[in-house]
């Protein structure tokens, strides 16, 4: 899907990757946000930094902390680590996200809204079966 496998693992478990866009070892340093302002009333997480920068800023809003909501905290990083590595393509991070939950776990959630808001379904990537 156009994510490098090992840039993705390392950034999960290490914070820290090698991005094949800018050819340097880059930094994942998260901040997080106290206000809902600015893409955090719309957002649980967003990233920011990505190509202009020695470390890209995953940032996590207060929706993110919202009691019971672990599928979405799980769901969130997954997502944002994916723009992280990959770029800004929300098909792509959506679909990448959905397959590594379908791996781990033999099922997804649920992003037909999403994926429909986001004009996904005449992208070149797919949500698993």
Same mark, same amino acid.
């Given at each position: *899907?156009?994510?490098? %496998? ?11 990757? +090698? $991005?094949?866009?800018?050819? %340097? ?7 997080? !946000? ?8 719309? =957002? ?6 990505? $190509?202009? $920068?020695?470390?890209?800023? @995953?940032?996590?809003? &207060?929706?993110? =902390?919202? &009691?019971?909501?672990? @599928?979405? /905290?799980?769901?969130?990083? @997954?997502? !944002? *680590?994916? +723009? ?5 393509? !929300?098909?792509?991070? *959506?679909? #990448?996200?959905?397959?590594?939950? *379908? ?6 959630? &649920? ?6 808001? %986001?004009?996904?379904?005449? $992208? /070149? #990537? /797919?949500? &698993?079966?």
């Amino acid at each position: *899907m156009g994510v490098d %496998n090992a840039a993705y693992a390392d950034a999960l478990k290490a914070r820290r990757f +090698h $991005s094949a866009r800018t050819g %340097n070892v880059r930094d994942v340093i998260f901040v997080i !946000e106290d206000s809902e302002k600015g893409s955090c009333a719309k =957002f649980a997480a967003y990233v920011a930094g990505v $190509s202009n $920068s020695e470390a890209a800023h @995953l940032f996590i809003c &207060p929706q993110f =902390f919202t &009691p019971g909501a672990d @599928l979405l /905290r799980e769901t969130t990083i @997954l997502h !944002e *680590m994916v +723009h992280v590595v990959a770029g800004t393509d !929300e098909c792509q991070a *959506m679909a #990448y996200t959905a397959q590594i939950q *379908m791996l781990a776990t033999g099922s997804y959630v &649920p992003v037909a809204k999403y994926w429909k808001e %986001n004009g996904c379904a005449g $992208s /070149r #990537y /797919r949500l &698993p079966d």
